[in-house]
C-alpha cells in the first residue's frame, strides 16, 4: 500500500463519509477533505478532525509524514 493510500485510509476510518485527495511526497502533502461531518464546525475544529487521524503517521523520528503543507476542508452536499 502506498503512503497515499495510507493517508486515505486513515482519514476515512476518522471520518467513514469522507472524501480526500492527497496530493505529495517525501514527506510533505497536500489534503484535501470533503465531508458531511465538517457541516456547522469552524475551520480550526474541522482541521484538528483530519490532522488527529494523521497524527499516529506523523509521530516519532522516522514518521513517514513530515508535514501538511496544505490542508483544506469542505462540506459535503
Partial sequence: MSLIETITNAIREAIPDAESEVQGGGGHFTV??????????????????????????????????HAIDKLSTQTKG
Avoid at 457541516?39 to 494523521?54: G, I, S
Fill in 32 to 65: 484535501k477533505v470533503t465531508s458531511g461531518v465538517f457541516a456547522n464546525l469552524p475551520t480550526l475544529q474541522a482541521h484538528r478532525l483530519v490532522y488527529t487521524a494523521l497524527a499516529p503517521l506523523m509521530k516519532g523520528d522516522d514518521a513517514p509524514v
